[in-house]
Nanobody
Framework: QLQLVESGGGLVQPGGSLRLSCVAS????????IGWFRQAPGKEREGVAC????????YYADSVKGRFTISRDIAKNTVYLQMNSLKPEDTALYYC????????????????????WGQGTQVTVSS
């Protein structure tokens, strides 16, 4: 059974850093697209980053480009999201999700509904 478990969230001051982890079980990362998404209260879910999703490369939303880095450790079957220079507007519940891909024709790598989701980890950026 495919399962995703996120961790690493917490409270951090603006300008600080966090690293989120997404541990996968029941499947191996090699053959899946893994994405990070977030949802703030009262807002729609937003795609943040994905790996092996854009011609085999990583892809980032404009709002996090240059500040967030997605990576994976195949041996640990884990995907990470390193978040630097955090801003209050980064506050949200962060989810990782898995999909066999590719994105449906005409849709971006973070614009479609991934097949499997974790439960999420809360990130709060506040002074």
């Amino acid at each position: 059974q495919l399962q995703l478990v996120e961790s690493g969230g917490g409270l951090v001051q603006p300008g600080g850093s966090l690293r989120l982890s997404c541990v996968a079980s029941g499947f191996t990362l090699d053959y899946y697209v893994i994405g990070w998404f977030r949802q703030a209260p009262g807002k729609e879910r937003e795609g943040v980053a994905c790996i092996s999703c854009s011609d085999g490369r990583s892809y980032y939303a404009d709002s996090v480009k240059g500040r967030f880095t997605i990576s994976r450790d195949i041996a640990k079957n884990t995907v990470y999201l390193q978040m630097n220079s955090l801003k209050p507007e980064d506050t949200a519940l962060y989810y990782c999700a898995a999909d066999r891909g590719p994105a449906p024709y005409g849709m971006g790598p973070l614009e479609y509904e991934y097949a499997d989701w974790g439960q999420g980890t809360q990130v709060t950026v506040s002074s």
